[in-house]
Each structure stands twice: as C-alpha cells, then as structure tokens.
C-alpha cells in the first residue's frame, strides 16, 4: 500500500529539534521512502498506552479536579463541559484540526491536505526522532488529538459557574481553531529527520517548517502550546466574564475536595504519558522525562505546600494539590531537555511562584480566575518555558540539541548558549500570550453577540447544574 513521501510525514519535534542550525532534512524518493515506513512495535505499543493516559489525564482526571472545587450546585456543568469539549475538540481535530497543525504549508498554519484524515491508511506512517524509527501515523493523530482536547478542556476552569454552556462550545471550537493549531503548527511541525544529509538541506527544511520551530524554540511536550496559550485564554475569558456573583459575600469554597485529590492523582499518573509519550519512542529520552515528572512534581508540592505553611499557618490539601499541577506544568516543555537537578530546580520554582501566582498576583489583577488557570497553567508554563533554555544547557547536565547533519546528540550536543537560547524562550512565550490573549478576546466578542455568553443572574444563582443541564449531581 502506498505511503505518504517523507515530507508529509508529520512529526512533533517537541523542541528536541529546536536549533535550526543543528538540523536539516532532505526528500527522499519514493521508494526510500518505503523503507523507512515499517513502524516499531515496541514504539507503537508504548505511544498506546501513553495516548490512552492523556485521555485519563482528562476523562477522568481534569473533571474530577475542576468538579471538586466548584460549588455542589454546579459540579455537573463543570463535568459535562470537560467531557463535551473534550468530544468537540476530538472531532474538530480529525475533520480538519490534524490538518492544519501537522502538515507543510506556511509558517503559522499548515495545509488543507490531510482534511477529514485524507490519504491517512492504517499504512501511513510518521516520523519520530530517530532516522528509520516510525509509528503508525494515525496512532500519532490519536496522540496530538488528546493534547488539542486536554488545552481547551483547562480554559473551562477560569469561566465555571457562570458561563451558557453554549457559549462555551461555540468559543472552544474559535480558540482551537486560531489560538491552538497555529501554536502547534508553529512549535512543533517539520519535515522529519529521516533525509537529513548536510546543511544544505537545512534551507529546505526550515521553508516547511513552523515560524517558532524555525527560531529554535524547546517545547517538549507543551509548555508554549498547551499551557500558556490555555492560562492565558482562561485569565482574559474570566476578565471578558466579570466575576461571581456573590465573589466576597458568598462562601465559594470547594464542595469536595476529595474529587480534587482524587483528580490531581489521575492527572500525575496521566500527565506521564503526557511527557514522557512526547518522545514518541520508548527509549532512553522517555526515561528522562518520565523521571523528571516525577521528580519536579514532587519538589513543587513540597515547595508549595511549605510555603503555604509559613504564609498562613497550615499546609492544606488543596494547596499540596495545586503545586502538582504546578510542577507537572512547569517541566512539561523541559522534561527530555533537562538533567535531573535542572528538574529538581523547576519544580520548586514552580511551586514557589504558583503559590503567589493564585494569591499575591491574583489579586493585584482583581480577576475572577475561578481555579486559577492562569496562575498554575500560565504563569507555570512561563517559569517552565523559560528555565527550558537555562537547564538544557548541557554544561548544566541538559541534553543539549541534536545535530541530525553530524549525529551528534547527548553532553557534546550542540547549543546555542544559555542567552541565546533564553532569548528565543522568551520569544515563543510571548509569542503564546499574544496570540492566545487576541484569539480569545475576539472569539468572545463574536459569541457575546451572536448567542450571549454569560447565564442570566437568576441562572447563576440557582446554579447551572439543573438551570442549564436538568440534573443534580446529588440526590437531596
């Protein structure tokens, strides 16, 4: 059966690739091509299973996390509108999503050819980050899908208990549309190291390549575009909302903090496949940053939760919860990147700044950020982004970035320097906040005044779990 040519190979470059000095690829022909296109089992079985735990990670694990800290009259809108979204965004992402993210087109989008899944076959096969090693593409379309689902699925926590449940699918399908695939397109595409042969080629590459790719920009599994460009869709959707009702008069504490735990276990255990599946190989760089997940999330509860304990005079369960999702977020970009004091160093900076993120800065923006997406996710994913380009240095035990022309990868890698490459860090951070926040902003303004996008004030206070939805989440 025929295969698509190398280069409409899709492949997540995570960052891994980032340098363009450091790669290049040129088009085989077809019958190279060919040979290449046998997928690893072990690969294959491993991005199995690291694919089914971001969905965990999601269903049930973000609706259990968010559900829990809502009041008790709206736990079932909070469920149904990370399951649905998380439907939607499945589907939007198979008719045209995978598209526009993972094939060659221009610097910001890719192209049309891959609508609808057009020419993907059980044959079809992608790239990872080894020459010759491949996976089934559609295993890797299945993969990329629960990242597209799982970014949109976190806005909904800045916007609970206040938003049309309408409202909220008509924005989630704009925001993926024009915030999430042109950040994917732009971190994450290229043409695959399979023909990479000299520097030559290097030009040829980097002219299909995505805009952020093309800088360098290190990305491992999602810090730019995952958790800044949701952190900072959550912080202007809660400004664009107004607060709560009752925000300050009312109690607002969360109504089972048991669900939130359970929530924050799942998404540990999920957010594994999450990182270290980026790798798309079962190997050595998995390892990694299966490790550094744990070892980062690890330090930023205990950053977090002592912290906390000195701030206020108790360590809570809540907090300890909060600065997992901190230290998950925080090495998500730097997991195959970092050495292990590099991921010990994130996570406690993560915890740290998290903690002052959802309470110090809070309130100096007076935004109603209901579960604080922006203060864990956002601010989280700037600290990882960032602290990316100091800890891959491989003078300060990271990994460097491979050189696809040389072969050469590991402690003699090359690199462009710690300021250089901090600089285009921070280029493809801002890059996240300005697009995410624009995106997000018009995308409101069109469904505020096509369907309205807040419930009316009567709805909000009966709670938009039987207003909107018909049902209780417990029997009275």
Known sequence: MPVAPIRDRPVRAAGRLGAAAAL????????????????????????????????????????????????????????????????????????????????????FFGSFDRVLLAGVTAASTAATFSKGVHIPELLFIAFQCTFAAIACCLIVGACVERMKFSAVLVFMGLWFTFSYLPMAHMVWYWDGPDAITDQAALTRVAAHAGWLWRKGALDFAGGTVVHINAGVAGLVAAWFLGKRIGLGRDVMAPHNLTFTMIGTALLWVGWFGFNAGSNLEANGTAALAFVNTLLATAVAVLAWTFVEWLAKGKPSMLGAASGAVAGLVAITPACGFVGVAGALVIGFAAGAACFWGVTGLKRALDVDDALDVFGVHGLGGIIGALLTGVFAAPTLGGTGICNYVTNVCGATADFPGIGAQLWIQTQAVLTAVTLSAAVTLLALLFVKLTIGVRVAEETEREGLDTSEHGERAYSM
């Open 24 to 107: 290049a690829a040129l088009l085989p022909d077809p019958a190279a091509a060919m040979q290449l296109s046998v997928p690893d089992k072990g690969d294959t079985v491993f991005m199995y299973v690291a694919t089914m735990m971001v969905i965990l990670m999601t269903l049930p694990g973000l609706a259990l996390f968010y559900g829990g800290l809502v009041r008790a009259k709206n736990m079932l809108s909070v469920l149904m509108q990370v399951f649905v979204t998380f439907a939607l965004i499945s589907v939007l992402w198979a008719i045209y999503g995978y598209s526009l993210a993972f094939t060659a087109g221009g610097p």
